[in-house]
């Protein structure tokens, strides 16, 4: 499988799109002031606590106090809050690691008021994002993740991810890692450690347990609420989770996060850095790499996947629900059954993509096309197993219901991706009225005087929708080279398919889109 990353990075946010063959398969949007990343460790401090839910809300810098739940605290929390306590109290030195004293592990069925008070500092990671209008979900179960391991602080436990299946390798791995790990940490081996050899690991528990260190010294300055440990960007930590040696290629858009991520790759497969590319075309990244189209066919309530056939997603505050539908595709000769087969066979691929593109989470119930044999509905499970066989979120399915439905739960960690793609009409641009539109190309002349002789911008770019870019374009004495020799030749003009037929932008020399109406009334605002 030919696999690549495609990382655009824009003034407010970051876009990561992996491809599979060519076909978008996961689509992730940080935004750039982000303040909030699963992993992150934080000093909080506990603000209430809810004894009829067991658990308490904490500050941890967030407008809304963040929930932890007792049972999130972890068996070794008074291990870990007598650490904290300790170090805090001591900001020269700090105890190591090896000589910590166990402290009782705490009751399974204990209350919350019996380990923490209101006003009282605790140390926290980051389990889930804010989603919707709740706060972040905490846990007090500290753990560093790599790549091929994930180190926890205050065990000696050492797991192996259920994903190898071999026994001789688990065997090999546990004994391995229990022989290289430092006294008073746990580790948990993940999949991608599967025939790893010493060096490699070694190397790697070593940079988790420097990250450790770098988390205590900071812990050992923090007078108040405030950041521990920042999780890795979540360019790198995407890359982190899923790259792998067959990979051909991760493109960048930006000098400073292509060399964060060469060095980063440089870092975990010595000699494949090369793979790293600096993009460096005018075309945005997204619509040279077809993500764009992608986004557009793949996002919405209607999804078409084979010949005609197509899925509607709908979203509750409870549960998603998919429904599949034969459409106008041709009937297979076979009969209904056979056809029934074919159409859902090929929507749990689908599906199976959808999840991981949108980053569904919770509940998911699916309305298949009935079928009537046994043997088909046993096929179409094993084919949605195998399908979601590569999702790295947590996921359980059932089989078909006598009714036809298969249910499932994902793991939500983060809020659904929900991208509008929707556009304007065209023609009145939502308002009902048209404008005469042989007068659009007049305007855009218009706006570009008016950054260029009143606004003093000379380097900028102006987007439009790839049909209008072509028009000005045409010819050699076209409009694109009449408006460069009375405005200079200094801005470029730009195709772009995320724009509506009669939609443009402008955005200066770094990439931020340049408000005319706000730059004019600057303008006018000085003047006075």
């Not at 308490?56 to 106090?65: T, W, Y």
């Not at 910590?100 to 399974?108: L, R, V």
């Not at 960007?233 to 290629?249: A, E, K, P, W």
């Not at 960048?252 to 793979?275: C, M, R, T």
């Amino acid at each position: 499988m030919d696999s690549e990353f495609i990382v655009d990075v824009q003034p407010s946010e970051i876009s990561i799109a992996l491809l599979e063959n060519k076909r978008l398969v996961e689509l992730n949007h940080e935004s750039r002031e982000a303040q909030f990343a699963v992993g992150n460790i934080y000093l909080g401090k506990v603000k209430k606590l809810m004894p009829g839910l067991n658990a308490a809300f904490v500050d941890v810098g967030f407008e809304k106090d963040a929930f932890l739940h007792y049972l999130d605290l972890g068996s070794n929390f008074n291990t870990l809050n007598q650490f904290a306590t300790q170090v805090q109290s001591d900001r020269k030195k700090a105890p190591p690691m090896h000589k910590i004293k166990y402290q009782p592990e705490i009751d399974k069925n204990g209350s919350i008021s019996d380990i923490l008070k209101s006003g009282q500092d605790i140390l926290v990671q980051v389990a889930k994002e804010p989603i919707s209008t709740k706060g972040p979900r905490l846990t007090a179960e500290i753990s560093i993740a790599g790549r091929f391991l994930v180190l926890i602080p205050f065990s000696d436990k050492v797991s192996v991810s259920q994903k190898i299946t071999s026994e001789e390798e688990k065997i090999r791995l546990r004994q391995l890692i229990q022989s290289i790990k430092p006294k008073g940490f746990g580790v948990i081996i993940r999949t991608v450690a599967e025939d790893k050899k010493v060096a490699e690991l070694d190397n790697e528990l070593k940079i988790l347990v420097k990250r450790w260190d770098e988390a205590t010294r900071k812990l050992q300055q923090a007078k108040e609420v405030s950041l521990i440990l920042e999780e890795l960007g979540r360019t790198v930590g995407i890359i982190r989770d899923l790259f792998n040696t067959t990979f051909s290629h991760i493109h960048v858009n930006d000098q400073a996060i292509f060399s964060e991520v060469k060095n980063y790759i440089e870092l975990i497969a010595p000699g494949h850095s090369n793979i790293v590319k600096l993009y460096k075309e005018d075309t945005p990244i997204f619509d040279h790499f077809g993500i764009t189209k992608q986004i557009k066919s793949s996002f919405g309530k209607t999804v078409s996947f084979k010949s005609g056939a197509y899925l509607i997603i709908e979203h509750t505050e409870a549960l998603h629900v998919i429904d599949v539908n034969s459409g106008n595709r041709s009937k297979n000769a076979s009969g209904q059954e056979v056809n029934a087969l074919e159409v859902n066979l090929a929507a749990a691929d689908e599906i199976a993509r959808q999840l991981r593109l949108r980053d569904m989470g919770g509940i998911v119930v699916i309305d298949f096309i009935d079928m009537h044999e046994g043997e088909n509905r046993q096929k179409l499970y094993e084919r949605m197993r195998e399908a979601m066989s590569s999702d790295r979120a947590r996921h359980n399915i059932l089989p078909l219901s006598k009714f036809g439905l298969m249910q499932m739960t994902r793991q939500r960690v983060r809020p659904e991706i929900e991208i509008n793609i929707e556009e304007k009409c065209p023609t009145c641009l939502g308002t009902g009225s048209a404008m005469p539109s042989i007068l659009f190309v007049d305007q855009i002349e218009e706006k570009i005087e008016l950054l260029v002789n009143r606004l003093k911008v000379k380097k900028f770019v102006l987007f439009l929708h790839p049909y209008v870019e072509a028009y000005l374009s045409k010819g050699i004495n076209s409009l694109k080279m009449k408006w460069k020799l009375k405005y200079g030749m200094n801005f470029k003009i730009i195709a772009s398919q995320e724009l509506g037929l009669l939609q443009y932008k402008f955005s200066d020399s770094k990439g931020t889109e340049i408000n005319l109406n706000k730059e004019l009334k600057k303008l006018e605002e000085t003047k006075e």
